[in-house]
């Protein structure tokens, strides 16, 4: 008999999480191996390895489902993660999806949408609320426009790239050089080097194209 994917629920109304799992429940694919109310709880269980997809609420007291998103990253062998959300906001769904998050689901839709979510995500697929995927194709749209415009961006190198991307999220060399586990000093010559590629000029000209380009990069 196939093992049945495990799921990890975190939401902090407890009639919600009621709901949520007894949908889970119906499905023979899935079992729910653990619950949480805040982001706190929620980071200790996944990092027990109890489950192998991980249902957030971006609002959650403590720790955001995203702030968790970007801490489990860190580990060997995270859970794929799903977030739930009242918002169609364009930033927080880029956020998401730059922190890797495999699902971004409407709460409004959830009870439609959690199963086909799960199963997209446990083949190793993304998945978006129908009603928000509109904003994955302007995303798009608007990574081939700054590429046509800065072709030195397909010249980056992996490491240059995660350089720019964090640059994008508004963090400093050191904080970079922490999350890469490289030093500083060696972030800044990456830092030379993407503004050479982009030929940008001036000390903080990489840095505002970063900002200004997030959506994109």
Known sequence: MKRRIKVLIVDDHPVFRAGLRQVIASDSRFEVSGEAADGAAALELAQQGKADIAIFDIDLPKLS??????????????????????????CMIDEALDLGVKGYVLKENAVVDILNCLQAVAEGECYLSPSISKHLVKRRHEADRLRSQKPGLNDLTPMERRVLKLLA?????????????????????????IALKLNLHGARRLFQFALENKAAL
Request: aromatic share 4%.
């Open 65 to 90: 489902g995203l702030e968790v998103a970007r801490r489990l990253r860190r580990m060997p062998h995270p859970p794929h993660v799903i977030v739930l959300t009242m918002y169609e906001d364009g």
């Open 169 to 193: 999220e508004n963090k400093t060399s050191k904080e970079i050089g922490a999350e890469l586990f490289i030093s500083p000093r060696t972030v800044d010559t990456h830092r030379q080097n």
